[in-house]
T-cell receptor
Framework: DAKTTQPTSMDCAEGRAANLPCNHS???????VYWYRQIHSQGPQYIIH???NNETNEMASLIITEDRKSSTLILPHATLRDTAVYYC??????????FGTGTSLTVIP | EAGVAQSPRYKIIEKRQSVAFWCNPI?????LYWYQQILGQGPKLLIQ????????DSQLPKDRFSAERLKGVDSTLKIQPAKLEDSAVYLC???????????FGSGTRLTVV
């Protein structure tokens, strides 16, 4: 079962930062936070993951609170191509990924 | 690096018919997964293979669904007979090892009428 809570939908203006929140209040010490996104008619695409520290890659930044009970995915300069469903998943390495219903992000021109 | 290949892209069948989906994972990826995604929901794991052995098939409806990965590379997922509620996108994913992130294919959209 999914152990995360995300808003159902969000809008973001093109060129602005998109901040997608995720609550995972029951996360265990050995569970990582992963983010995937799914663009219409495609399979989910890996974005980023982290354990405790904030992480950044070419796609996004992941900010994890000190108590690890929530996190935020940041897309620094959203484009129309970032319109997708974003999934926040907590997972023990080696276990399967449980996908919830995610956040539907719409980037508005 | 070539991605995960799936075919067909779309399939429409009548209920009680049979259907098969094919997946070719990324070369060298030992772990392969089949997921079912019903419209409006997140993907749900059906079965996980490690090389040619089944690791987890606890959520596979075994009375009608079957899957195999005979040589530890390609995999097929079969539904026989299909029901209306099997209408979904069937996604294949692979990873270098079970601890890694997954790479998904584009999926096969099945419509049962």
């Amino acid at each position: 079962d999914a152990k995360t809570t995300q808003p159902t939908s969000m809008d973001c203006a093109e060129g602005r930062a998109a901040n997608l929140p995720c609550n995972h209040s029951t996360i265990s010490g050995n569970e990582y936070v992963y983010w995937y996104r799914q663009i219409h008619s495609q399979g989910p695409q890996y974005i980023i993951h982290g354990l405790k520290n904030n992480e950044t890659n070419e796609m996004a930044s992941l900010i994890i609170t000190e108590d690890r009970k929530s996190s935020t995915l940041i897309l620094p300069h959203a484009t129309l191509r970032d319109t997708a469903v974003y999934y926040c998943i907590v997972r023990v390495v080696g276990n399967q990924f449980y996908f919830g219903t995610g956040t539907s992000l719409t980037v508005i021109p | 690096e070539a991605g995960v290949a799936q075919s067909p892209r779309y399939k429409i069948i009548e209920k009680r018919q049979s259907v098969a989906f094919w997946c070719n994972p990324i070369s060298g990826h030992a772990t392969l997964y089949w997921y079912q995604q019903i419209l409006g929901q997140g993907p749900k794991l059906l079965i996980q293979f490690q090389n040619n052995g089944v690791v987890d098939d606890s959520q596979l409806p075994k009375d009608r669904f079957s899957a195999e990965r005979l040589k530890g590379v390609d995999s097929t997922l079969k539904i026989q007979p299909a029901k209306l509620e099997d209408s979904a996108v069937y996604l294949c994913a692979s990873s270098l090892e079970s601890s890694g992130g997954y790479t998904f294919g584009s999926g096969t959209r099945l419509t049962v009428v």
